[in-house]
């Protein structure tokens, strides 16, 4: 049972780990220039490190860990990781968020990991649609390695997509994944596009309500299920004829921010409160050594008297966040 809770009564047991600001895709919605090298000092959280941070997390009651980027198999030592935080701690659940760009290389390392779940981003598809949105013509080893994954047993895969309006909204789009997580058995989401920092422009032009996705599969006989307690913002339908689950990421509905369950460290080793925050706590300093743990533990729960209740992002306020891969998404 997790042991962090807000002034709101929610509480914590999920936490997004970003272990890279790097990402080798150019998706529009977030870095359409592609990743540009900063002066990188201090570097991303180190291995012992993040064993240190795990190490608090846990003694706090996380169960569940979900690593992050920019795109985290980019990183040098991501099996190591992976490994890492597998074997050293009692981390019931530990899943990954990755773009796929070469899950056909390595599906069967990632097995090995002993990782539980596995979300890829594919935002059509449409091969050309795919290459449009994204800058690469990944697609088709992004599927044959969802079938090398699949072929060894590998149960938990989720697709996202970000929803774009006149992009990947259409009749056909929604048909083609319904047939796609029928045939596969997987469970598809589409994100509702959000506001960031410097997206504006992007923003005005794709952003859509989630609501026309929630109408097609309503239409379609699609039942909403209820929510487990260390699970996603994605509400999920299921389907009496059809295998797979629908589910729906709308950061702009009502009532959104009451089920938060989740907090996000950033690739060197900040707490940010909510994605959209206006704050940050530098929790590296503590994540120095072993014996640092109750200093740790002791500034993480001062931390979460400060969350508040809601993101304001229909307000247009995007706190911090100047674009997705700088926290993780």
Request: charged share 25%; with cysteine; net charge positive.
């Amino acid at each position: 049972m997790s042991k962090m809770s807000d002034s709101f009564g929610r509480s914590f047991p999920y936490i997004r780990l970003s272990i890279t600001d790097v990402c080798n895709f150019k998706c529009g919605y977030c870095l359409p220039n592609g990743y540009f090298k900063v002066e990188n000092k201090p570097g991303f959280l180190n291995l012992d490190e993040i064993s240190n941070l795990v190490a608090a997390f846990t003694e706090l009651g996380v169960s569940k860990i979900r690593i992050t980027g920019g795109e985290p198999t980019v990183r040098k030592d991501f099996f190591e990781v992976l490994k890492n935080i597998k074997s050293e701690h009692e981390i019931s659940n530990l899943v990954i968020t990755t773009n796929g760009y070469k899950l056909n290389e390595i599906a069967e390392e990632l097995i090995a990991t002993r990782i539980n779940g596995i979300n890829i981003s594919i935002d059509s598809l449409d091969r050309n649609k795919f290459k449009e949105i994204t800058g690469q013509d990944r697609l088709p080893q992004i599927l044959e390695g969802i079938n090398i994954l699949q072929n060894k047993g590998f149960k938990n895969i989720k697709v996202n997509a970000v929803l774009l309006k006149n992009v990947n909204d259409s009749l056909e789009e929604f048909q083609n994944w319904e047939r796609f997580i029928n045939n596969n058995e997987i469970d598809f989401r589409y994100i509702e596009l959000m506001q960031t920092g410097d997206n504006l422009e992007y923003f005005k032009k794709y952003h859509t309500s989630a609501f026309v996705f929630k109408k097609y599969i309503e239409s379609q006989d699609w039942k909403e299920i209820s929510r487990i307690s260390d699970a996603g913002p994605s509400i999920n339908y299921v389907h009496s004829k059809l295998k797979g689950k629908f589910g729906i990421i709308a950061p702009y509905s009502k009532d959104f921010c009451s089920t938060c369950n989740r907090l996000r460290i950033t690739a060197k080793g900040e707490l940010r409160l909510c994605l959209f925050g206006n704050t940050g706590t530098n929790l590296r300093p503590y994540l120095q050594n072993q014996n640092q743990k109750d200093e740790l533990i002791e500034l993480i729960l001062k931390q979460l008297r400060f969350k508040k209740e809601s993101h304001y992002l229909e307000t247009g306020n995007t706190g911090m966040t100047p674009h997705l891969a700088s926290i993780g998404g």
